[in-house]
């Protein structure tokens, strides 16, 4: 693998990793990683391109980083994981669950999307054009050409079929805000297609993790903790 991922890491346990959304880093989790570090290992990521972590020289899709996902875990001695991620993180974990299924032991997917006709027109037509933008400043701006690929990632990604995530094998939760950006036909698709799902939906918007913590973060844990050995097993 060509880059070396940042990561911030806390807890003991089943390891769980955190990955974050377009254009942010680790700390979008900062209301999650204390919390959820009492019950297990966390690792929270930034992707390629993202916070510290480096461009590198591969392509910047969501399925290149779901394979550094994997480099990572190897990387980190990490056979299985619970999985949980946000908005392009969701997509991420997404496309890794259905490539590498025994990688994952529990999948949380919030505020994922299966292409980009799963957002809302009034968040995807800005995005859009300014994808559109950005790629005409990109030959003469570095800044311009790290913009368009963000973007890019909201125009051209990740185009998953729904019968693909058939592959999942993963008890999985699918979660988003009752006013989320996501489209709620696009999050009950998602749910409706993975074999061994639930679907939850918190008040508030895309950022529920960030927004509404509380609600969130017991959704989560209540999920991962559903039928485990008590810890003194």
Do not use: W
């Not at 933008?133 to 051209?156: D, Q, T």
């Not at 939906?201 to 903790?225: K, S």
């Amino acid at each position: 693998m060509d880059i070396n991922h940042h990561f911030t890491e806390k807890g003991r346990g089943e390891p769980l990793i955190l990955l974050h959304g377009n254009g942010e880093d680790c700390g979008y989790f900062k209301k999650q990683i204390d919390v959820f570090a009492g019950r297990y290992h966390v690792y929270a990521l930034d992707t390629r391109g993202h916070g510290l972590t480096p461009r590198g020289s591969a392509p910047f899709t969501i399925r290149q980083f779901a394979e550094d996902l994997l480099g990572f875990m190897d990387g980190q001695g990490i056979e299985r994981a619970h999985l949980l991620g946000f908005s392009d993180g969701g997509n991420i974990a997404m496309v890794f669950a259905i490539a590498h299924p025994e990688r994952v032991d529990r999948l949380i997917l919030n505020g994922a999307n299966l292409s980009p006709s799963g957002v809302k027109l009034s968040t995807q037509l800005p995005i859009e054009l300014g994808y559109r933008i950005a790629k005409l400043s990109a030959r003469k701006s570095e800044k311009a050409r790290a913009h368009a690929e963000l973007l890019g990632l909201m125009v051209n990604d990740p185009n998953v079929r729904p019968e693909e995530l058939e592959k999942i094998s993963a008890r999985t939760l699918v979660i988003a805000g009752t006013k989320d950006l996501i489209k709620e036909s696009e999050t009950r698709r998602i749910a409706a297609h993975i074999p061994d799902s639930r679907l939850v939906f918190v008040p508030g918007d895309h950022f529920i993790a960030r927004r509404n913590p509380g609600e969130f973060n017991r959704a989560v844990l209540d999920f991962l903790g559903e039928g485990a050995a008590p810890e003194n097993a």
